[in-house]
């Protein structure tokens, strides 16, 4: 370096420590200014620059117009990039006219010079692609200005000594180049416009962190007004932002489950590949060798290829986090020389305050933006995890259905997908925590000596015992999961069938088996306690345990080895840096072990078979059907014999099929068929064009009436009346407290079974499908609803005519309006045709007719009869048959008599008769005394179901932590309380002890009384352990 720098007026040396280092008024050589100090921007921005240009090819958001911005930062590349150019110019008129400049006058501008070009084709670029701004770029000009600032004293200083300028022209285009840096490091914090032809943000609050500059990026500057309103006021929802793009599920979601079905793929080519290369073994092979495992799909690889680049991104800030952490204690020991060397110049102290005030702050910027995309990172996690467990919960089969339960797939969603959110922040522990291990014993060797070798024998001896806690907790683990799930798998039931489980008194039989389990459960629940304070005693001990040990070696081994200042508190600083390892490493085990549970669990899950989507073809058919089965035979799961077999039908577009057999025989199994729920044995269904599908039991959504009829489409005004208006439900709104906003409760529990089904059949209508299912939605209503709802729906007259309709029903007055009729019997179509070539053919179809006929007639006549008596005792009452919900009970909070409950049942079928039959409203009557009942509980009713939930606002009250005082013992609240205390008193006792240790050595210039400084260091620490062990067992455990 010193022959670049040259020699002569112009030239100096590379290195000058007296001028650098060992003076009080501390200088740089003019070679090191004009070489490495001015090189240094140039080699980040050339080392950056091919990672930036892949990312940019891979994250391109249009172009930025050309703005005014733009142009001064280009502008200003430009002119940098001429004076550059003028200084080697000036150096080469030098070496023309016989004065020849040192070679680093001509490597120095060209490099810089082509650096400035390449960072003016960037700025460019960078609009190009979308980019409005650049880290990159404020990172080059910040580190220009930075390194410019000593070439900016130094020349002043010269100056000022010698009287003069050596140099003008240099001293002149240098000043010149710094006015540029800094004005293009000043333009560079400003952000561009948004891109040119990105997508308009149509939500109303967006997160500001998507269009935040590096800048605010990095100081969280974007979180500010949050944090200010929240300040000002309590948070509320509508004050929450949007979540961005890349977080939301649809996306995560989507990308974790192509990965998944890439791991899906090529486990099923290794399987393929296996079983073809696989050659016949002898028989003594096969009783000696074990059967190999067939290659599963890796849910943990899945996982890792989706967030692979958050990961990595993490990796580089927790690799510079950990990096710069280890600086501190080597500024410290520094500080310490310095300060024990009087005759050090001043600014040295100075500079080393100032370089560990400078680390500090890279250090929190880093850690920070470090949690920030961790904790991202899990909640993409979880969010990717919960939607793939949804979307194959959907499509799984159903004799997967029987394996899986309920309790098991919410498990899956809330307590598995959990345990990664919990584990993905300390994932990067697994590399982090070993390299943070190496360099704090490193630096510990350097400081202690050989005594380190004890510490880490030390750690090294622990591990065994982490190792087997973990194990046990994770056996545990497994057996509680399956607990957890056989509870839940009873609640549900319980839930589900509440009505009938009240009706027969049976909820103490019910309650001793949901708390048999529960016990079971707090059983597991008292050992893995055991095993947590066990763990926390490990994990308060062990640093404390390295840190005595290595101590009380290095004071032992030799009387010479005194604890000074310097290795004292340069070796506490170290260990503290690995306390945090050491501390994290047991938890990290811990979540591991349960997290490698989880991964087991949900991986099992999401490689069950799933449901063939294939099964039924929908983009080619045969002109003029909409619906086609050839050869059919299918069944609910492949253990059980077929449920449908030989079936041959062709349903025309726009036709109106029937279908009726007894029951049993397979007519809503066939409606599944043509759903792809069941599993095709054999023969081909086609079905082309949109389907809607009304099941025999309502499907009701907790929400508002309009929106379980609109189902997640636009509002249509026009079709939406019309679909209420054909499904009879234009009078239940003048009934319900807040009409078609009226809040329908979970399973539409605030509405009778006619309501719910007419909801189901208005929701199909207003889809506005090319194909109806309909599986007997006529079933739930009164005969006459359902003349109705068949007319204005169904039939060849309703809003559905034209489309192709298949109708499941025992109605056989319908039947003639029908285009043809298929009748199924066991499970195959006994007979298909027309309703009068049925009834010549006098076959299954015509005993069907003289099994229900009777019936039905039967049925008809006692409507009718009920209907002209209901009509002569009240002639001015509402219609509605559903007026009030099947689980109102009268006789919950009013004494209501059998008279008066059989009057007022007598009102309601009253209101079902004139209402739905003739589907007009008539002015109500005036009620009489007991009839004034329900109508007065139903005014207190909202028809908001869910009540807003009220919150507590402020710091919390004191008599709430009361409360939990008396809830778990004043006696062992005040215990746990101090034996916080006393871990806490400890910790700060140990910490003086070894400080007072240290000012003895310094005192007396020799160590002593060794054995007694090191037993109550000791007692100290296993105090603090014991503490912790007892604090974190009581409260696990109460």
């Known amino acids: 370096m010193d022959a670049l720098c040259g020699s002569g007026e112009l030239g100096s040396k590379f290195w000058d420590s007296n001028l650098s280092l060992h003076t009080d008024n501390p200088d740089l050589t003019p070679c090191f200014q004009n070489s490495l100090l001015a090189w240094l921007p140039c080699i980040y921005l050339w080392a950056a620059l091919p990672c930036y240009?892949?990312?940019?090819?891979?994250?391109?958001?249009?172009?930025?117009?050309?703005?005014?911005?733009?142009?001064?930062?280009?502008?200003?590349?430009?002119?940098?990039?001429c004076v550059s150019w003028a200084d080697l110019f000036y150096s080469f008129h030098g070496l023309v006219h016989g004065w020849p400049p040192a070679p680093v006058f001509f490597v120095t501008p060209l490099v810089v010079g082509v650096t400035m070009l390449l960072a003016t084709l960037l700025i460019q670029y960078e609009r190009l692609q979308g980019v409005r701004s650049s880290g990159v770029l404020i990172i080059f000009w910040f580190l220009c200005v930075v390194c410019g600032i000593i070439p900016f004293r130094s020349k002043i200083l010269s100056a000022l000594t010698q009287g003069k300028i050596s140099d003008p022209f240099r001293f002149t285009t240098f000043y010149i180049y710094f006015a540029l840096v800094l004005s293009a490091l000043i333009l560079s914090c400003f952000r561009e416009k948004p891109p040119f032809f990105s997508p308009k943000n149509m939500d109303p609050n967006p997160c500001p962190e998507a269009g935040a500059g590096f800048l605010s990026r990095l100081s969280f500057w974007w979180f500010t007004k949050l944090a200010i309103l929240g300040y000002r006021r309590p948070l509320e929802e509508r004050d929450l932002w949007s979540l961005n793009k890349e977080d939301r599920s649809q996306m995560v979601m989507q990308r974790l489950l192509e990965e998944w079905k890439k791991q899906q793929d090529q486990a099923a080519r290794r399987q393929a590949a296996e079983a073809s290369g696989k050659k016949l073994s002898s028989e003594g092979e096969?009783?000696?060798e074990d059967r190999p495992r067939a290659p599963e799909a890796s849910f943990l690889r899945a996982l890792m290829a989706t967030f692979s680049s958050s990961f990595l991104l993490s990796m580089g800030f927790k690799l510079i986090q950990d990096l710069l952490s280890f600086i501190n204690p080597q500024l410290l020991s520094i500080l310490i020389r310095f300060i024990s060397n009087p005759t050090a110049p001043t600014w040295w102290g100075f500079l080393v305050a100032g370089l560990m005030f400078v680390c500090s702050v890279m250090q929190t910027l880093i850690l920070h933006q470090y949690f920030h995309c961790i904790f991202v990172m899990g909640l993409r996690f979880r969010t990717g995890i919960i939607g793939v467990i949804y979307r194959k919960a959907l499509v799984i089969t159903n004799s997967v259905k029987r394996e899986s339960t309920v309790g098991e797939i919410v498990n899956l969603m809330s307590v598995d997908a959990q345990r990664f959110m919990d584990v993905v922040p300390f994932i990067n522990l697994l590399w982090s925590a070993p390299l943070q291990i190496i360099l704090a014993v490193y630096f510990l060797w350097q400081n202690l000596g050989p005594s380190v070798l004890a510490g880490v024998a030390l750690m090294v001896l622990l591990i065994p015992l982490n190792g087997a806690v973990a194990v046990k907790m994770r056996a545990l683990q497994v057996e509680q999961m399956k607990f957890k799930d056989s509870r839940i798998k009873l609640m549900s039931e319980i839930l589900g069938g509440i009505k009938v489980l009240k009706l027969y008194a049976w909820e103490p039989s019910f309650l001793k088996q949901v708390e048999g389990i529960r016990q079971d459960e707090l059983r597991l629940m008292r050992k893995v306690a055991c095993l947590h304070a066990i763990s926390t005693f490990i994990w308060v001990c062990t640093p404390f345990l390295v840190t005595l040990t290595t101590l009380g070696v290095y004071v032992s081994v030799d009387k010479n080895n005194v604890l000074?200042?310097?290795?004292?508190?340069?070796?506490?600083?170290?260990?503290?840096?690995?306390?945090?390892?050491?501390?994290?490493?047991?938890?990290?085990?811990?979540?591991?072990?349960?997290?490698?549970?989880?991964?087991?669990?949900?991986?099992?899950?999401?490689?069950?078979?799933?449901?063939?989507?294939?099964?039924?073809?929908?983009?080619?058919?045969?002109?003029?059907?909409?619906?086609?089965?050839?050869?059919?035979?299918?069944?609910w799961?492949?253990?059980?014999?077929?449920?449908?077999?030989?079936?041959?039908?062709?349903?025309?577009?726009?036709?109106?099929?029937?279908?009726?057999?007894?029951?049993?025989?397979?007519?809503?199994s066939l409606l599944s068929a043509l759903l792809g729920e069941m599993e095709k044995l054999e023969g081909k269904v086609y079905m082309k064009g949109s389907v809607a599908y009304v099941p025999q039991q309502a499907w009701i959504q907790n929400c508002t009436l309009q929106e379980n009829v609109l189902f997640g489409q636009a509002l249509d005004p026009k079709r939406y009346h019309k679909a209420l208006e054909a499904?009879?439900?234009?009078?239940?709104?003048?009934?319900?407290?807040?009409?078609?906003?009226?809040?329908?409760g979970e399973k539409g529990i605030n509405l009778s079974g006619g309501q719910r089904q007419r909801v189901s059949v208005a929701r199909a209508v207003y889809s506005?499908?090319?194909?109806?299912?309909?599986d007997d939605p006529l079933s739930a209503v009164d005969s006459h609803v359902a003349k109705h709802i068949f007319d204005q729906v169904i039939g060849p007259e309703g809003v559905l005519a034209g489309k192709t309709r298949v109708l499941v029903t025992h109605?056989?007055?319908?039947?003639?309006?029908?285009?043809?009729?298929?009748?199924?019997?066991?499970?195959?179509?006994?007979?298909?045709?027309?309703?009068?070539?049925?009834?010549?053919?006098?076959?299954?179809?015509?005993?069907?007719l003289r099994n229900y006929a009777p019936d039905e007639d039967k049925e008809h006549q006692e409507a009718n009869n009920r209907l002209a008596l209901e009509d002569k005792e009240d002639e001015e009452v509402l219609m509605i048959e559903d007026t009030l919900s099947n689980h109102t009970d009268l006789t919950d909070n009013e004494p209501v008599t059998y008279e008066v409950q059989k009057q007022f049942m007598r009102q309601l079928s009253a209101m079902s008769s004139e209402g739905e039959g003739q589907g007009r409203s008539v002015p109500r009557r005036r009620l009489?005394?007991?009839?004034?009942?329900?109508?007065?509980?139903?005014?207190?009713?909202?028809?908001?179901?869910?009540?807003e939930e009220k919150t507590e606002l402020g710091t919390v009250k004191l008599s709430v932590y009361w409360d939990y005082a008396k809830a778990v013992g004043l006696w062992t609240a005040l215990v746990i309380c101090l034996l916080y205390g006393g871990q806490s008193a400890a910790a700060i006792g140990a910490n003086v002890w070894l400080s007072a240790w240290t000012d003895e050595a310094a005192v007396d210039s020799q160590q002593n009384s060794t054995s007694y400084r090191l037993g109550v260091y000791a007692a100290l620490g296993i105090l603090q352990g014991a503490a912790a062990q007892q604090d974190a067992l009581a409260t696990v455990l109460l």
Request: glycine share 8%; hydrophobic share 45%.
């Open 53 to 81: 240009l892949f990312y940019l090819r891979g994250h391109r958001q249009g172009y930025i117009v050309l703005s005014y911005l733009s142009r001064l930062k280009t502008a200003l590349g430009v002119l940098l990039w």
């Open 286 to 288: 096969v009783l000696l």
């Open 637 to 668: 799961a492949q253990d059980l014999p077929p449920a449908l077999h030989s079936l041959d039908i062709q349903v025309p577009k726009g036709a109106l099929v029937a279908v009726v057999g007894p029951v049993g025989c397979g007519k809503s």
């Open 811 to 848: 109605g056989i007055s319908f039947l003639p309006q029908t285009d043809f009729v298929i009748v199924l019997s066991d499970g195959h179509v006994s007979e298909m045709g027309t309703y009068s070539a049925l009834l010549q053919r006098d076959g299954s179809f015509a005993n069907f």
């Open 564 to 635: 000074d200042a310097e290795k004292a508190f340069v070796s506490v600083s170290l260990f503290n840096i690995l306390k945090i390892p050491l501390n994290m490493l047991p938890q990290l085990i811990s979540n591991l072990a349960q997290t490698s549970v989880s991964l087991k669990r949900i991986q099992h899950f999401l490689s069950q078979d799933e449901l063939d989507p294939q099964c039924v073809e929908r983009k080619t058919i045969t002109p003029g059907y909409a619906v086609i089965i050839h050869n059919g035979t299918f069944t």
């Open 768 to 774: 506005d499908a090319d194909i109806f299912l309909l």
């Open 928 to 947: 009489g005394a007991a009839e004034k009942i329900v109508p007065a509980t139903e005014a207190k009713a909202s028809h908001v179901l869910t009540q």
């Open 727 to 744: 499904c009879a439900l234009l009078a239940d709104l003048e009934v319900l407290p807040g009409g078609d906003q009226t809040e329908i």
